[in-house]
């Protein structure tokens, strides 16, 4: 990659991953053909219901399955690619694992058993790897991707123990749900964003030495 470096790939990668994924969802919404409802039906319901009654409606099915499996295996390649400039392990292995979630979403749906644990691994590595990223850039963005990652944790934990209290339990499962998923799409948007503005140095080329990819991925100095 000469003319297009590692870092500025990964970033467009997992910034399109991010809206394309959050548009997907929209659509899929928009075109269900029964009564769907942001408090009480999760987002997976798109792709399929929840066994043993489980319901699989099209067009929404494809189209959700589709987003999941394109926009999971591009945030595979991100992770990797970001690696190779930054040379950041956290965020790297996080975001990977990120990926390999949001793929297994797609290719399990929600009307399958390994479905759960592809979702839960999603949540939890993409809260993860909002926070990791925090440490390489200044505030006030730092903050605001710390806080994409603490949200995501915190309502998951709601989700999961607290879903029975009473402020939980308004928002309804897919409402919390959205809590939990919706600040980590927004954060792939924003990192995806911020790593491909970066300058542009050696460690994009080869990979780079330590000393060069902590340089690069240092918010700037004034």
């Known amino acids: 990659m000469r003319e297009l470096s590692y870092r500025s790939v990964g970033g467009v990668l997992l910034a399109l991953a991010g809206a394309t994924m959050l548009m997907g969802i929209i659509t899929a919404e928009a075109l269900y053909p029964a009564a769907y409802h942001t408090d009480q039906n999760t987002i997976s319901d798109l792709g ?9 409606l099209q067009p929404s099915a494809a189209i959700f399955d589709t987003t999941m499996v394109l926009t999971g295996l591009a945030t595979i390649a991100a992770g990797y690619l970001i690696y190779r400039a930054l040379g950041r392990r956290a965020i ?16 399990f749906p929600g009307n399958t058993e ?8 999603s949540f939890v590595a993409g809260g993860t790897a909002a926070i990791a ?6 505030p006030p963005l730092r903050y605001a991707f710390a806080a994409f990652g603490a ?7 709601a989700g999961l123990f607290l879903l029975d209290w009473s402020p ?4 309804g499962e897919g409402g919390i749900e959205r809590w939990v ?5 927004l954060w792939m948007v924003g990192f995806g964003c911020y790593v ?15 000393r060069e990819t902590a340089e690069l991925a240092s918010p700037p100095r004034h």
């Open 151 to 157: 949200v995501t944790l915190a309502a998951l934990a």
């Open 48 to 56: 399929g219901t929840k066994p043993p009654d489980s319901v699989v």
């Open 133 to 138: 990223s925090a440490r390489t850039v200044s």
């Open 196 to 210: 491909a503005g970066l300058a542009p140095g050696p460690a994009d080329r080869r990979g780079g030495s330590e």
């Open 168 to 171: 939980i339990a308004e928002l």
């Open 114 to 121: 390994p479905h759960p644990l592809f979702a839960l691994l």
């Open 92 to 107: 790297a292995v996080s975001t990977g694992l990120l990926g390999l979630g949001v793929l297994g979403v797609g290719v």
């Open 181 to 185: 998923a919706y600040p980590v799409v």
